[in-house]
């Protein structure tokens, strides 16, 4: 047998939905499950129907005899001394009735609907073998669709009366797959509806119209109106030719009365396709002709999915047609699938027929994994009723009702341990077998309705909840210990700073003091003030070179009104640095030497002069010439004004403060 690429869905997840405190409950929401059945094999039945009045002329000899219930032959195109034999599920001859077929394909596969499980019949054959009249019939003579519902009917009311452990509803939808399009028959102004899947497998059309019946009246109110819509047109070989795939949906849901509240859904596919269509003996012409196109293509495409199915091939081409795509439960899917081929014993029918049968001998080797489609839906649990000792400091606040806790009185006395309540969620519940989840659900109710003052089933275990508030105390206490090592080193920090600002109070008075007894030149400020070492100016305080003057601007009125209680900091801001203009002069001089005779390595000693700029400045004065001074750089684009002007600042300070090695003016 061939395997099959469409197998049922993994099992699904539980997914919990909880309440925030204090709202009373605890809902599951509702989740797939999908128990798997043993493989189901495509069933065939093979139905000829009788010559049609007209057709049978001199020669009414058929092309096809049936030789028992289950196997035929038909007559061999290459050697008509011979013949070839087909063997399938069963076989319906020319007096077989409607209710023989019913009966005896159709009828045994219902019975899955009320498991969860999906069932498909499928009618396939050439225009003009009796399709429509095998799936609708007339009202003297009914087919399989309105037969399948009066029985399908009248099985949920008997399975979803009062008492019985389960509750059923049916809802239906009409489509048809017109030209590649799926057009609503419910609804013919909802336009092209498209083909979508699910994260569990399962084929779904969004928007698509469901009706829901409770009666077989109900279901003759909707459908022939909507019968009325489908697409037919006259051809040579039939008046009434079905022109589109027409697919009758119809859902049963399924819903548990008991724990664990189970819910089923078994989906029903009734569809009656279109006949491949011989144009030069249909006759076709413009639209007609066009939709035979169609009705071709798509069966090709369903020819080829057998195929692929048959010979066990990597890929199916599922999504190359909208019928196949629809079909994709049906061949090779997850449902019971029976396929009704149709077929003419009239001998201008012969390649139809042949044709026909083969795709039936291909369809009886396909495989399909069926499976229960069932989803698990709990009712809201009960709350139980735990002490404060049970819940804890930080759980026990979170129980509280608005009522006992009033605002703006964080202080507020805790509750009576009887009014504090925790509920019972289930936590952490993974793929489990509703036997059991039902037998701890149960188990949970009767200690909830005993009184019990232990934590619930379900619940958190003591001994976690336990460790839990252990681990909780420890980390507080550890924060406590670490805030108090923070408020012991702010301490010593404070202390510090109190005996540094002494200490600086003290150098600054002494430096002070030799400034103002000597004779100072007070030069132009600089844009922004610098601020050297304090040894630095000790000795240029101390220096006896009276040339070279690095100065301090006061403002003298903050320092005569200075109070010795207040920081240093204060005293210090009231000074900038200055240099005396022959300072300036000095060092413009020595940067220029060493710009006309300095090496690219003695220019990188120079701040702001990096690599680059040194050896874009050796270039300069290699073709252009020594530099008659400072600014010259940026007249070579070297640097720009800001970064010159920043240059020389950074030297001449820096060679300040090296030392004073350039000497007198």
């Not at 797939?32 to 189901?40: E, M, N, T, V």
């Not at 019985?164 to 609804?187: C, G």
């Not at 006896?544 to 209680?565: F, G, Q, T």
């Not at 600014?631 to 030392?659: H, P, T, Y």
Request: charged share 25%; glycine share 6%.
């Amino acid at each position: 047998a061939a395997p099959s690429l469409c197998c049922a869905p993994p099992y699904s997840t539980l997914k919990l939905t909880f309440s925030p405190p204090g709202a009373g409950r605890c809902r599951l929401s509702k989740v797939g499950a999908a128990r798997r059945l043993p493989p189901a094999r495509v069933r065939v039945a093979v139905r000829l129907r009788p010559f049609v009045d007209g057709t049978a002329g001199a020669d009414d000899t058929p092309c096809v005899r049936g030789l028992d219930s289950c196997s035929l032959e038909i007559a061999n195109w290459r050697n008509h001394q011979e013949t070839l034999k087909y063997q399938f599920d069963a076989f319906y001859g020319e007096r077989s009735s409607q209710q023989d077929i019913y009966s005896g394909s159709v009828q045994p596969i219902l019975r899955h609907l009320l498991e969860g499980q999906n069932v498909s019949v499928l009618a396939y054959g050439p225009t003009g073998a009796g399709k429509t009249h095998t799936m609708l019939g007339s009202p003297e003579q009914p087919g399989v669709i309105p037969r399948a519902l009066m029985d399908l009917l009248q099985l949920t009311r008997e399975e979803g009366a009062e008492g019985r452990p389960w509750a059923l509803s049916v809802t239906m939808s009409y489509l048809e797959i017109y030209q590649e399009k799926v057009l609503d028959l419910l609804d013919p102004a909802s336009g092209d509806l498209v083909i979508r899947e699910d994260c569990r497998g399962n084929i779904l059309i969004p928007g698509l119209t469901q009706k829901p019946i409770a009666s077989f009246a109900d279901f003759e109110r909707h459908f022939l109106p909507a019968s009325g819509n489908r697409t037919v047109g006259a051809t040579r070989l039939n008046q009434r030719s079905s022109r589109s795939h027409a697919v009758l949906l119809v859902k049963v849901d399924q819903r548990e009365r008991l724990a664990p509240f189970r819910q089923r859904e078994g989906k029903l596919y009734l569809i009656d396709l279109a006949g491949s269509e011989d144009n030069r003996r249909t006759g076709n012409k413009g639209l007609r002709l066009k939709e035979s196109g169609a009705i071709n293509t798509s069966l090709f495409v369903l020819g080829k999915v057998v195929d692929a199915l048959h010979q066990g091939l990597p890929r199916v081409p599922y999504r190359d047609s909208k019928l196949t795509r629809l079909l994709q439960d049906s061949l090779g899917g997850s449902a019971h699938s029976i396929l009704i081929a149709n077929i003419a014993p009239e001998r201008c029918f012969y390649l139809d027929t042949l044709s026909a049968l083969n795709f039936a001998a291909r369809s009886k080797e396909v495989i399909n994994r069926p499976f229960t489609n069932e989803s698990l839906q709990l009712h809201v649990l009960a709350p139980v009723k735990l002490s404060q000792k049970e819940l804890g400091p930080s759980e026990a606040k979170k129980a509280r009702s608005p009522e006992e806790e009033e605002p703006g009185n964080p202080e507020s006395p805790a509750p009576p341990a009887s009014a504090s309540q925790k509920f019972s969620p289930l936590q952490k519940l993974s793929s489990m077998d509703p036997a059991m989840l039902e037998r701890l659900l149960s188990l949970d109710r009767l200690l909830g309705s005993q009184g019990t003052k232990g934590t619930p089933l379900l619940s958190t275990p003591k001994r976690d909840r336990m460790l839990l508030m252990k681990t909780v105390e420890e980390k507080d206490l550890e924060i406590e210990r670490l805030k108090m090592k923070q408020k012991e080193l702010e301490a010593k920090v404070l202390a510090q700073e109190a005996v540094d600002s002494t200490e600086k109070e003290n150098c600054s008075l002494t430096v002070l003091r030799p400034f103002a007894r000597r004779a100072v030149t007070v030069a132009k400020p600089l844009k922004k003030a610098v601020v050297l070492p304090l040894q630095l100016i000790q000795e240029q305080a101390a220096s006896p070179n009276p040339e070279i003057h690095i100065l301090k601007k006061s403002r003298k009125r903050k320092l005569e009104h200075l109070d010795a209680s207040e920081p240093n900091e204060k005293a210090e801001d009231c000074w900038e640095l200055q240099i005396s203009p022959e300072l300036l002069a000095h060092g413009r001089q020595k940067i220029l030497e060493l710009l006309n005779e300095g090496s690219a390595r003695d220019l990188r000693s120079l701040q702001r002069i990096g690599q680059k700029k040194a050896q874009l400045i050796v270039g300069c004065r290699e073709l252009h010439g020594p530099f008659s001074q400072v600014e010259d750089l940026e007249r070579v684009k070297v640097m720009s004004g800001k970064q010159l002007e920043s240059f020389l600042k950074a030297n001449i300070l820096g060679l300040a403060a090296a030392g004073q090695r350039w000497g007198p003016c």
